[in-house]
């Protein structure tokens, strides 16, 4: 396979029809761009002999959809900027297992609106166990 090279920094790599694709850098970053706003950019993989599988998706609005397990060897922060925002994990049987109301400052498990810094609701057998 021969590389494709572009000796300078305003140029942009274009690909497709309407070349709504453009890898490019800038100088001090570099980008991969869907220019047509309504599409969504996916990243997908093949296995040698496979079908194709997405892997993640990022839509119009910048949501981010990954489909496989994320593996992070550093921190990682979320709410840097303290954006009123909610965060939410979700458990097999249990939309809510633990939730972070953001612009509350509060924290829940088992619910989705707590009502106190450290919210615990378990309707089924409640137990809280502390070991030190």
């Known amino acids: 396979m021969a590389d494709i090279k572009i000796d300078s920094d305003s140029g942009k790599f274009k690909a497709g029809a309407d070349q709504d694709l453009e890898i490019y850098n800038d100088g001090s970053h570099s980008y991969i761009s869907g220019v047509t706003a309504s599409q969504n950019m996916v990243f ?53 297992m633990l939730f972070v109301d953001g612009g509350n400052d509060r924290v829940g498990i088992g619910t989705g609106s707590p009502g106190y810094a450290l919210d615990i609701l378990d309707s089924t057998s409640p137990q809280l166990n502390i070991t030190s």
Request: hydrophobic content about 30%; glycine content about 8%; overall charge negative.
């Open 44 to 96: 997908a993989t093949r296995p040698s002999g496979g079908a194709t599988t997405t892997a993640v998706t990022i839509d119009s609005d910048g949501n981010v959809t990954m489909n496989g397990n994320l593996t992070v060897d550093k921190a990682i922060t979320f709410n840097e900027t303290s954006a009123d925002y909610d965060f939410r994990v979700e458990s097999n049987s249990n939309a809510n």
